[in-house]
């Protein structure tokens, strides 16, 4: 059996989403905490081939991204998949996948960065368990260079993350309707369901979203899949902001 090497950023949901398949597939990994930022001119000299965590390096391979690592999962080790073998349900987690990296992922990243902006102090519970070489208070309170470069990296504007919060309810909706196809949520989970768990673990930590998720079976489902997500931010986001999400919360 292969023993992989997994580079993360504490608290990075698609991070969090390959530990999880890991963890389904039974292959055995150690874990490298990275700081954000930091971590790209790490995996830069170590020559991966991009620079955004999760990394993983495996069976003589070295690969970036939540997606690419869940497909070269299914070649190393094929059970249990992460892909269905029909074409036409495998098209479909795909594209689930796809959606969970592209849409929710850089949604729910934005969301974050933009309250940790307004109140660092939350960022120690992030931490976790995670081995970064500094005490976790100091690194949190020293965190204002990398907060303003995640912020930059990301586009974190308050009107990218405005309009970012009044599409929650569209994407709660589109995981439900997942959970009720059977799409998601199955007793075999495939690689859509720890990236949308992951996202959705994400939001969850924040105080401001959880009461609006918490209830769906999104929240449900993100539950089951990634029970321990780390992490825990105060109520910070400006009331107007979340007006639309808590009228649609109430309307449901």
């Known amino acids: 059996m292969p023993r992989a090497t997994l580079y993360v950023i ?27 930022v930091i971590s790209r001119g790490v995996l830069m000299a170590m020559r991966f081939p991009g ?12 690969l970036t991204g939540s997606r690419e690592i869940s497909r070269a ?5 094929p059970q249990p998949a992460l892909f269905p073998a029909d074409p036409e349900r495998r098209v479909a987690v795909e594209d689930a996948e796809r959606w969970g990296e592209e849409v929710l992922a850089d949604a729910t990243r934005r969301i974050f960065w933009n309250a940790i ?4 102090t939350p960022l120690r519970s992030y931490l976790g368990d995670a081995r970064i070489g500094v005490p976790h208070g100091l ?10 470069a995640e912020v930059r990296i990301n586009d974190v504007s308050d009107a990218a993350v405005r309009a970012d919060l009044a599409g929650v309810p569209a994407w709660l909706d589109r995981i439900d309707g997942w959970i009720a196809d059977g799409l998601l949520g199955s007793d075999e989970p495939n690689a859509a369901d720890f990236q949308i768990a992951a996202g959705v673990g994400l939001a969850m930590t924040l105080q401001d979203l959880r ?7 999104a929240g449900e489902h993100s539950r089951r899949f990634v029970p321990d997500y780390p992490g825990d931010a105060p109520p910070v986001l400006p009331a107007e902001w979340l007006e639309p999400l808590r009228a649609a919360s109430a309307a449901a």
């Open 10 to 36: 504490p608290g990075s949901h698609p991070a969090i989403a390959v530990q999880r398949m890991l963890e389904h597939k039974g292959i055995p990994y150690g874990r490298v905490d990275l700081m954000p």
């Open 211 to 217: 009461p609006v998720i918490a209830a769906r079976p």
């Open 139 to 148: 690194a949190a309170a020293t965190a204002t260079p990398i907060i303003a």
């Open 117 to 120: 902006k307004r109140d660092k």
């Open 73 to 77: 999962l299914d070649e190393i080790q």
């Open 51 to 62: 620079v955004t965590v999760p990394a993983l390096k495996v069976d003589g391979r070295k």
